[in-house]
């Protein structure tokens, strides 16, 4: 079977409802064609109600939102922040961007977020160096909540805290409460490939009045209150659009429906790829409280039990037309961050070595799983 037989599976393209043109029409309409209106302050109290924050400052990016919430923690030139190494590297960069320096910690292998134990010995470590870290920023990979009452209690023990990178975890929670929402501040990203999308977009949030506050002056140019344009602080253009926040608004109302059509996903997935040799969908379980969002579906490839490596199935796939992509490869084995400080590595240098992510997009039909699960079939079984 040749790839071009068949339409392109994509890894997790958007999924749009029917409402969203309601909004984004309204804005063209009303002429609200710009980083600010209706749709922004909409959207922003969508986000307020979905998530139980008090405050929500919708950003043109994720990253923005990462570079933001870090300056309002007071990262600037020469401070370290603590930092999944396991990430995108969207989370990092912005570190660097305030003249601080990252400080790696690795994975455990259950949620394949930050090791609570590596945490622990990386801040001690730095302490004794003379070093206090500024930050945590802590990610929530693949939607799957990192061990929180670990990591909150060394947080506050030493005082340190928390930006809490949920950029792929919207909708996800831990003992009922909403991830982004356990730190100083939260954030989310609305990437095209995200669970719910403005094709571009972001937000922080926060129940700090202050900081909110701070937002939405520094995401605005930091212009001071002052009939002409009079600026004392250095500030960004960071804002949402007004047109695509009503994207937002429109997703929203499926914001719901889209995390359990992942979880079923997920469950499809595990059910029907289970027996394998030397495949297994991970990681497979939640630890008590967790509810994760099942952003993509990844599994993990057994050296002792195939010779298939993660490459030579993406590349199968590719034969099929269905997307596939590895797992993120780790911050400290990047040649950007090379020089950085590593608290572990091996858990998730591991993980990125045997890991491939599967098409998860929440438009799949049966019909769209089963070509995947055949192809993977086609290749292992013969292997």
Avoid at 140 to 157: K, S
Avoid at 264 to 278: K, M, R, T
Wanted: glycine share 8%; proline share 7%.
């Amino acid at each position: 079977m040749h790839s071009q037989d068949y339409d392109r599976l994509y890894l997790s393209p958007p999924h749009l409802g029917r409402h969203e043109l309601n909004y984004v029409h309204k804005a063209f309409e009303d002429n609200w064609v710009a980083p600010a209106g209706p749709n922004l302050a909409g959207f922003e109290a969508d986000i307020c109600q979905f998530t139980g924050a008090k405050y929500c400052v919708a950003l043109s990016s994720g990253t923005a939102a990462i570079h933001l919430g870090l300056r309002l923690l007071g990262v600037g030139p020469g401070d370290e922040v603590l930092c999944s190494s396991f990430t995108f590297v969207a989370t990092a960069n912005p570190i660097v961007y305030l003249g601080a320096t990252p400080v790696f910690v690795d994975s455990e292998p259950s949620t394949w977020n930050l090791c609570p134990d590596r945490l622990r010995e990386a801040i001690t470590d730095r302490l004794a160096r003379g070093k206090k870290p500024k930050a945590l920023l802590l990610v929530h990979l693949y939607g799957m909540p990192a061990r929180l009452p670990e990591i909150l209690a060394i947080a506050q023990e030493f005082d340190i805290p928390i930006l809490e990178d949920a950029a792929e975890a919207l909708g996800a929670c831990f003992n009922k409460q909403p991830l982004g929402t356990f730190g100083k501040l939260g954030l989310f990203s609305f990437n095209g490939n995200k669970i719910l999308t403005t094709s571009g977009g972001g937000a922080l949030i926060t129940d700090d009045a202050e900081l909110a506050r701070q937002a939405r002056f520094l995401a605005t140019q930091a212009k001071d209150d002052a009939p002409y344009y009079q600026h004392s602080q250095l500030g960004y253009n960071y804002r949402l659009s007004n047109i695509l926040a009503g994207i937002g608004r429109g997703q929203m109302e499926l914001l719901a429906d889209r995390v359990k059509r992942r979880r079923e996903i997920f469950a499809w997935y595990s059910e029907h790829l289970a027996g394998l040799p030397g495949l297994s969908v991970a990681p497979a379980t939640e630890l008590p409280g967790s509810h994760a969002n099942r952003w993509l579906t990844t599994v993990l490839l057994n050296p002792a039990e195939t010779s298939v490596t993660p490459e030579a199935l993406r590349l199968h796939l590719e034969t099929h037309n269905v997307e596939s992509r590895p797992l993120w490869k780790p911050m400290h084995l990047q040649p950007l961050y090379q020089e950085a400080p590593i608290y572990g590595g091996a858990v998730c240098a591991d993980l990125f070595a045997r890991g491939l992510c599967l098409p998860s997009g929440t438009a799949m039909t049966e019909t769209d799983l089963r070509r995947v699960k055949n192809a993977v079939e086609e290749l292992l079984k013969i292997s």
